[in-house]
Every structure is written in structure tokens, then in C-alpha cells.
Nanobody
Framework: QVQLVESGGGLVQTGGSLRLSCAASGRTFNRHVMGWFRQAPGKEREFVAR????????AYTDSVKGRFTVSRDNAKNTMYLQMNSLKPEDTAVYYC???????????WGQGTQVTVSS
């Protein structure tokens, strides 16, 4: 089992920044890839960004490219999502996830709310 705990959400104005953190513990050798997803009210959960734990390659959904940056700290077993130039449409519950491959995320955090006011 891998346990994931997100933090860093909150209320911010349009154009502001937030940094989310996701701390991993447990059987972290099962965590080859970690990702961020989000779910806005009335919408399906969508992929935001991911990072491969070994090598650090990243990927982003088009709507956040150039604004969000995913990174990791190996020593702290923590993944981050730096979110800049936030927009109201970024408002959602953000979840971190971990898995063995990018096709299947087996472990999920509890989510953290991000609200961007206009």
C-alpha cells in the first residue's frame, strides 16, 4: 500500500499562485509514476500532470502547460504542483495519485480544494 496526503490548497484570486504537495509513504516502490488530477463540480475527474519518479520526465494537459509545474523531491518522497497564473476554471478538488504505470493509478489521496476567485 502507498499512502498519499495532499496539502496546499486554498482560495486565491485570478492570476495568483499556489503550490500543492503530495507526501507519499508506505510501499513506495510501487510508485513509479505520480500524477495530479482534478475534479470540478459537475464534471468528470481529469488528468492535470504527471512525473516519472525515476528520471523525472513530465507531462501536462494542454490547459495548464506553461502555468503549472510538477516536480518531486526524492529524499522527502514528496511531489509538488506549482500553479501560477491561476484562472477561475482551475477551481476544483485536486488529487494526487501513484501507480506502477501511467495507464493505471492504484493509489489516491483524499484531495485538496483549490478555489480561484474572479
Amino acid at each position: 500500500q502507498v499512502q498519499l496526503v495532499e496539502s496546499g490548497g486554498g482560495l486565491v484570486q485570478t492570476g495568483g499562485s499556489l503550490r500543492l504537495s503530495c507526501a507519499a509513504s508506505g510501499r513506495t516502490f510501487n510508485r513509479h509514476v505520480m500524477g495530479w488530477f482534478r475534479q470540478a463540480p459537475g464534471k468528470e475527474r481529469e488528468f492535470v500532470a504527471r512525473i516519472m519518479w525515476s528520471g523525472g520526465s513530465t507531462a501536462y494537459t494542454d490547459s495548464v502547460k506553461g502555468r503549472f509545474t510538477v516536480s518531486r523531491d526524492n529524499a522527502k518522497n514528496t511531489m509538488y504542483l506549482q500553479m501560477n497564473s491561476l484562472k477561475p476554471e482551475d477551481t476544483a478538488v485536486y488529487y494526487c495519485a501513484a501507480g506502477v504505470t501511467i495507464m493505471k493509478y492504484s493509489y489516491w489521496g483524499q484531495g485538496t480544494q483549490v478555489t480561484v476567485s474572479s
